[in-house]
């Protein structure tokens, strides 16, 4: 009998050093995602590549998820340089680009809502968008104002960002009043305020519009309106675009980060994409040089003049 209790006893108190071990660890793990002054720790650098697109395709209409063969493929196909575009004088290869992977959540698409992942355009929108799109394939370069921030090398992600080519990196950095993001490409950075400041007057437009940031538990919520009409965004957008962001460390090493978009002129009704955002743990941002010898305006505008002279040269 006695022993039996000496053994229930040491059992006992094995399970409760596991146990108190345990609680340790999970109180080392909750302080070590909080700031000095408590708040939720999201500092340090994150990647929002991805090869999940915006939108589901149409061919995908009822599949949400790609299995993990899909995925895998999809991975790959990007690694291969695509045939070259009859006339030109060549450009990057895939070895130049770092589109990231299909997002580990291996949604066929970033908008979960609509369920069909597709944006809820409105059809005039939508109509007036496919035009331009059209006139700009046949007229690239017609005039200087038909080039973009990122020809000028002003701003291009946007806010949110999209993932694109390569640089789809943010670093945040955090104070007791604000939140910063540095953007990767092109040098963005993003000043956010926490405190209770109202927002600018709707006469202050900024390229990648003015944010206010605050706590809702342990998700921090930006809200950014105050686009301007030259606001680069992969999607649709007008100046009355209101963005939604909300960033959740959900572990040492990831971010669930997820958007709204709200804009009456644009869409039926507001739309949400979601996107898992890993921890790059020993990645460096180098300087984004990109002023330096920026010939692109010059360059593309010339381009265009040329070939414009040797259409009519050869009529």
Not at 10 to 16: C, K, P, R, T, Y
Not at 174 to 197: F, G, K, M, S
Request: with cysteine; proline share 6%; aromatic share 10%.
């Amino acid at each position: 009998m006695g022993k039996q209790l000496f053994s229930v006893l040491v059992a006992a108190i094995g399970l409760a050093f596991v146990f108190s071990a345990l609680v340790a660890g999970q109180t080392a793990d909750t302080e070590s995602a909080r700031t000095p002054w408590g708040d939720p720790d999201l500092q340090g650098t994150w990647s929002y590549a991805s090869l999940t697109p915006l939108q589901r395709p149409t061919s995908m209409s009822d599949k949400e998820f790609f299995t993990a063969e899909e995925a895998a493929q999809r991975n790959y196909s990007v690694t291969l340089d695509q045939p070259a575009t009859p006339g030109s004088v060549g450009s990057y290869n895939a070895l130049w680009f770092d589109r990231g992977e299909v997002s580990s959540d291996l949604r066929t698409s970033l908008i979960v809502d609509p369920p069909n992942g597709r944006l809820p355009t409105l059809p005039a929108v939508a109509e007036r968008l496919s035009a331009r799109r059209d006139y700009l394939q046949e007229h690239p370069a017609d005039s200087w104002v038909d080039r973009t921030n990122w020809d000028r090398c002003i701003t291009y992600h946007g806010v949110p960002p999209i993932s694109t080519g390569y640089n789809n990196t943010y670093q945040i950095l955090q104070t007791p009043t604000y939140i910063a993001i540095r953007v990767e490409n092109i040098h963005d950075v993003r000043i956010i305020p926490l405190d209770d400041r109202p927002q600018l007057d709707d006469s202050i437009r900024q390229w990648n519009g003015a944010s206010r940031a605050h706590w809702e538990d342990d998700t921090l919520v930006v809200e950014t309106r105050n686009f301007s009409d030259k606001t680069v965004h992969r999607f649709p957008s007008s100046l009355n675009t209101r963005a939604v962001e909300r960033f959740r460390r959900v572990s040492e090493d990831q971010i669930d980060y997820r958007f709204t978009i709200e804009d009456s002129t644009v869409y039926t009704k507001p739309w949400t994409a979601v996107r898992p955002m890993p921890r790059l743990k020993d990645y460096i941002i180098y300087e984004y040089a990109c002023h330096e010898g920026n010939y692109a305006m010059t360059n593309i505008l010339t381009v265009e003049r040329v070939q414009e002279s040797e259409a009519v040269r050869t009529r």
